[in-house]
């Protein structure tokens, strides 16, 4: 394997495994027992890691890097789920539905981005 | 039905609880401007004739990060201290559509066209709700203030300055206390304080709790695909879904902006989602069932119709500019960057501070619920002449 496809396929890892977090966070968003700070603290990982992964691609030429439009769901569902962060209602999180059902659809948007990442670059 | 009445019980408390801290603190606030205000230079600044108080009022809303609930006490007592209505209803509307975090969040993840026609919206908008409010809505509230003696709180039936005859009592005006510079700094704080939690707090409480009952009641029995199902949509009938819903719920421009985002994303009309973005902040029902009891009855109908076909116009605006194919196109990282910046700018609040003023804000709805029963028996006793009025 080329080493930019060796990267770019690290680097799809390293997002398959933030999907992996993001829907582990949004079965918590919905299951109302998660505490709040704990949920904040694991958005604020997925921020972090995404934007690390996000930097760490900068560097490479354009025709090695992650498809753009991945990125952008994964910041809108970095956002959505920052905004789940807030709704706390005493120490737990219980978001109302409509966030939830377009925090689930995001995921599926996201999830199936990677997919068709994961195929282009295989 | 057991999951409507969960549904209900959790709007309920999640609007009480995210907004009980700013409800408390405007109130702090609102007491001292009641106390302070109509003997300041101040007072002259926001009622100057012409558009600078307008404009004034509008700027200093846009820089506070106070939802529509939270903003409620502030707006009635600068009503109450004598400040005109047109500023009064500009920086009730301006507080909770625009605040840095807000343009921000927007920039970051709705683009620049739409945080253009969001942050336009949000001053233009404010600006001619409080030009047809002064010039059309019902000044006769404070009126009937400035002619009342009103050092006395509704506590007792018949012990009181005020009585429960007093049909302006009763009907939820709040009593002015007498301006008064000549004690000491301490005990005009303690005045405006007492004020702001015995007399104003108890009767906007009670009318936010019936609104946020029927707000929790409207999500129990709104489908949670109501989102996809009217946001979605370019039409004239999807732009007046978007702009009722959005005046009807509880929205915090903050935590429904990643919303909008990923609505636009997916294909919305940037009208609608704008239309219900601005509505949505703007104003909802226990806002209005308050301000509706405070501030007058044809001010409020006025505020809440002209906002809505103010939002709709500008909808179809935005739609004719940015359709067809219009889609938000940002730099990832730049984003992130952004999103950063909005949350550091946006106060959070502690688990123990707002179970704490959820806690006061729900005495004072009590004490508000009683205050109203009293009455009550009170009229109904003087209509059968055997209460304190009938001599």
């Known amino acids: 394997m080329p080493l930019a496809s060796e990267q770019q396929h690290q680097a799809l890892t390293r997002l398959e495994e933030l999907d992996l977090l993001s829907q582990g966070l949004i079965r918590k968003a919905g299951d109302g027992a998660t505490p709040a700070h704990i949920f904040r603290v694991e958005t604020r990982m997925y921020r972090e890691l995404l934007r690390q992964t996000m930097l760490t691609d900068r560097q490479r030429t354009e025709a090695e890097q992650l498809p753009q ?31 939830m059902s377009q925090l689930r659809l995001q995921q599926a948007k996201v999830s199936q981005a990677l997919l068709l990442a994961r195929g282009k670059v295989e | 039905m057991v999951a409507a009445w969960y549904q209900f019980a959790t709007t309920v408390w999640q609007i009480a609880s995210e907004s009980a801290i700013w409800v408390i603190i405007s109130l702090v606030v609102g007491g001292l401007v009641h106390e302070f205000l109509p003997s300041s230079r101040f007072r002259v600044l926001l009622n100057r004739r012409g558009h600078s108080a307008m404009a004034g009022a509008i700027v200093f809303g846009a820089c506070l990060p106070i939802c529509s609930c939270g903003v409620i006490p502030l707006a009635v007592s600068l009503f109450k201290s004598g400040i005109r209505l047109g500023p009064v209803i500009a920086f009730a509307a301006a507080t909770p559509i625009i605040n840095p975090a807000a343009v921000i969040l927007s920039l970051a993840l ?9 942050v336009l919206m ?62 000491s700094l301490g005990v005009r704080i303690a005045a405006g304080l007492r004020w702001g939690f015995s007399d ?9 709790l019936i609104g946020v009952l029927i707000a929790g009641v409207i999500a129990a029995f709104l489908p949670p695909s109501w989102v996809d199902t009217y946001l979605r949509e370019s039409h004239i009938v999807a732009l007046l879904a978007a702009a009722v819903l959005g005046a009807s719920i509880y929205v915090c421009a903050v935590a429904h902006i990643p919303l909008v985002a990923t609505l636009l994303a997916a294909g919305a009309a940037p009208g609608v989602a704008i239309v219900f973005l601005v509505t949505g902040t703007a104003t909802n029902l226990p806002e209005l069932i308050a301000l509706y009891n405070t501030i007058g ?16 116009i500008t909808g179809l605006l935005v739609n004719l500019w940015l359709m067809p194919g219009f889609s938000p196109v940002f730099d990832p990282v730049a984003s992130l960057e952004l999103l950063d910046a909005g949350q550091r700018l946006q106060p959070t609040v502690g688990t123990v501070p707002s179970l704490l003023a959820t806690v006061a804000l729900t005495l004072l709805a009590l004490l508000g619920s009683w205050r109203r029963a009293i009455a009550y028996i009170g009229r109904r006793r003087s ?7 009938s001599d």
């Open chain 1, 69 to 99: 439009n991945l990125l952008l769901e994964m910041v809108r569902l970095s956002a959505l789920l920052h905004a789940a962060a807030d709704c706390k209602t005493g120490y737990v999180i219980i978001c109302p539905p409509d966030l």
């Open chain 2, 110 to 118: 709705l683009g620049p066209q739409i945080t253009i026609a969001y």
């Open chain 2, 122 to 183: 949000g001053l233009v908008l404010p600006y001619l709700l409080g030009v047809v409010t002064e010039r059309w809505g019902s000044h006769n509230s404070r009126t009937l203030l400035a002619s009342d003696d009103g050092s006395a709180t509704v506590t007792d039936c018949c012990s009181t300055a005020v009585s429960c005859c007093d049909s302006d009592t009763t009907s939820g005006h709040i009593a002015v206390a007498p301006e008064d510079n000549t004690h």
């Open chain 2, 200 to 208: 104003l707090g108890p009767t906007i409480a009670f009318y936010m």
């Open chain 2, 297 to 312: 009855k044809r001010t409020v109908i006025l505020y809440a119709v002209s906002l809505i076909i103010g939002a709709m």
């Open chain 2, 383 to 389: 209509s059968t002449g055997g209460g304190c009025c």
